[in-house]
């Protein structure tokens, strides 16, 4: 498992991972990610961070609650801070486990 906090605590490594996956599930290069494409970059990080895949529901959940200008799209900016959300999560989570990130 890769180190989640340390790329938590340093914002320039932070802005290169969420900036990589966001060029990942991009494919069009459109700038903005739909729910298919968060779907995959949800899956990516569940893969990368050795954690149980998303429910759908929860996906679609979670990028209504993401999409603050309503646009139907994340962009970057609201891509980021959800990134910066779930990897909270998973730091929070894997420590009540007692797992080490
Ligand atoms: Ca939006």
């Known amino acids: ?34 729910p298919q494409e968060l779907s995959r970059a949800m899956k990516r990080l569940a893969k990368e961070f050795e954690i149980d895949d998303p429910e759908k529901e929860d996906i679609y959940d979670l990028f209504e609650y993401m999409d603050v200008d309503g646009s139907g799209t994340l962009d970057y900016e609201e891509f980021k801070s959800l990134v910066k959300d779930i990897l ?12 080490k990130v």
């Open 88 to 99: 909270s999560v998973i730091v929070i989570e894997s420590e009540k486990i007692g797992k």
């Open 1 to 34: 498992m890769k180190n989640i906090k340390s790329i938590l605590q340093n914002e320039k490594k932070f802005n290169k991972f969420a900036k990589s996956l966001f060029e990942h599930v991009d494919t069009e290069s459109s700038g903005e990610i739909d």
